[in-house]
C-alpha cells in the first residue's frame, strides 16, 4: 500500500478560492481538493460536477490533496492510496485509517 507518485508533490499555488469550474458556472460545491502538481482547485467526488476527479482524468496529475485547513489527507489517484500530510511529511495511511472512508477523490472507473 504505497504511493508511488510522492515525487510529483510540489508546493502550489492554489488556482482559486473556490472549485475553479464552479465559480466560472456558478454551480455549488460540497468539499474542495487542491491538486499537488499545478494547484487546481476543484470540487470532490460528493459534489454534482465532481471536478477534481475531471481533473486528474484531463491531466493525469496523480495527486491531490484536501482544500481544507487542519484537514491533512491526500489521495493518490493511480495507487489508490491515502496520503497522511501532517507533520510537512507524506506518507500512506494505514488501510485501518481509511475503512469506511468515502469515496471523495476517489476516481469513478
Excluded at 32 to 59: E, F, M, P, Q
Excluded at 75 to 101: H, I, N, R
Amino acid at each position: 500500500m504505497n504511493c508511488t507518485h510522492v515525487n510529483t508533490i510540489q508546493n502550489v499555488t492554489p488556482s482559486a478560492n473556490g472549485c475553479e469550474e464552479c465559480l466560472k458556472t456558478g454551480d455549488a460545491w460540497v468539499h474542495l481538493r487542491i491538486c499537488r502538481t499545478c494547484g487546481h482547485v476543484g470540487c470532490c467526488d460528493s459534489s454534482k460536477n465532481k471536478h477534481a476527479t475531471k481533473h486528474y482524468h484531463s491531466t493525469q496529475h496523480p495527486i491531490m490533496e484536501s482544500y481544507f485547513p487542519h484537514d491533512p489527507w491526500g489521495w493518490c489517484y493511480v495507487d489508490e492510496v491515502m496520503l497522511d500530510f501532517t507533520g510537512g511529511q507524506t506518507q500512506p495511511l494505514p488501510k485501518s485509517s481509511t475503512k469506511g472512508f468515502p469515496a471523495e477523490g476517489r476516481h469513478q472507473r
